[in-house]
Structure formats: structure tokens, C-alpha cells
């Protein structure tokens, strides 16, 4: 059986960089260590993943990026098994610019296509983000509205 040389790639090219400035705009301070985990079990497919989608779709401009993000969560809604990529996809929707009422909207209307299974799915992970960002959020709240009173206060 003959081996296939592995293939290496330039992460200085256009296209990678290209790819990684997308995903850094869609993902936000995630987007590196993704694509480093990626890359730690399969390099190729970390290119892939960078240069194709990343790169090459989600730049075009025929439509707005809050619409690709919105396509994508009801591409993984209705795939009903990639709950980790909508997860990171309704992220990088809200990121772009989504409410939260419009990602629910997108699922709902999911259940035509895909059946309540599938769009329950996604409704659980939609509520995990949710809870996960505000979780993340009241830190900050908190800080800020100490900050606020300490003004008050002076």
C-alpha cells in the first residue's frame, strides 16, 4: 500500500490569512484556539476548514454575513447531529450582528424541515449559548456597575 506524502501548507499565504482574519470577525477571541485544536488532530483538515469556508465562502459579498451565520444555524438545525459546530455557529450569529430572537426564529422554523427532534436539539443548545454568555456577562455588569457607584459616591 503506498503512502500519500503529507501534505504541508503555508499559514503565511494569502488564503490562509485570508481564512483566519474571517473566522477572528466571526468567532471573535475563540477562533485561534479552535482552529489550534483542529489543527492538533488533523492539519489538513484545519486548512480545510480555514481556507474553504473561512477563506473563500462567508467573505463573498452577495450576501450579509448576519444572513450566512443565520443559513448556517439552520444548516446544522436541520443536520440534527452537529450541535458542537452550531453551538460555535450561533456564537458567531449573534457575533454578526443576530438577536437572539431571530436564532430562535431560525430554529422554530426549522420544524418543518427537520422534525421537533432535530429542532429541540438545536433549541437545547441554543439555550446553553445563551446561558453560557450570560454567565460570561455578569462579571463584567458587575464590575461595571461598581464602577458607577464608586463615581456616584466622588
Known sequence: MARRK??????NSP???RGMAQIRKQ????????IRNIKAL??????????????????????DLKTRELCTVAALTVQGFSLP??????KAALRCGASRAEVGEIITQMIAYCGFPAA??????????FEEL?????PARRKNQKAAAKRRRA
Open 15 to 17: 488564503e490562509y490569512q
Open 42 to 63: 488533523a492539519p489538513e483538515f484545519a486548512w480545510v476548514n480555514v481556507t474553504f469556508p473561512f477563506g473563500e465562502l462567508y467573505p463573498r459579498d452577495v450576501i
Open 6 to 11: 503529507a501534505t504541508t501548507h503555508d499559514e
Open 85 to 90: 459546530e452550531l453551538k460555535l455557529h450561533i
Open 27 to 34: 468567532l471573535g477571541p475563540m477562533a485561534d484556539s479552535y
Open 120 to 129: 429541540t436539539n438545536a433549541l437545547m443548545t441554543m439555550k446553553q449559548v
Open 134 to 138: 450570560d454567565a460570561a456577562a455578569k
